[in-house]
Nanobody, 127 residues
């Protein structure tokens, strides 16, 4: 499976941005896709994830209410709509996939379970 992230950029605080993750090479719906970010000098941080089977999603507390993750079945794409961006949202954003044995496996915020990663896309929010 391949994941291709895009949509990053330089914006001002309060602006919005939409990231896209194209997923290819996978025919089953038994997987989760997450957005995970890493700021310079910091550890990787879970942002949001979605269960492909039914669109169930979860979020980090720091982005809840501002970010929305969704999937586009027709285009095998996962989107991350980011609103009310803050300077602390500045990071390299990765999309990653976790393949599961069950359609309804509970989503997790653990970063290490995601084994397939795309390249990152940089998001920079100026104050």
């Amino acid at each position: 499976v391949q994941l291709q992230a895009s949509g990053g950029g330089l914006v001002q605080a309060g602006d919005s941005l939409r990231l896209s993750c194209a997923v290819s090479g996978r025919t089953s719906s038994k997987y989760h896709v997450a957005w995970i970010r890493q700021a310079p000098g910091k550890e990787r941080e879970f942002v949001a994830s979605i269960r492909w089977f039914d669109g169930n999603a979860n979020y980090a507390d720091s982005v809840k209410g501002r970010f929305t993750i969704s999937r586009d079945n027709a285009n095998n794409t996962v989107l991350l709509e980011m609103n009310s961006l803050k300077p602390e949202d500045t990071a390299l954003y990765y999309c990653a996939a976790r393949f599961t044995s069950s359609f309804r496996l509970t989503l997790t915020k653990e970063v290490n379970v995601y084994r397939s990663w795309g390249q990152g896309t940089q998001v920079t929010v100026s104050s």
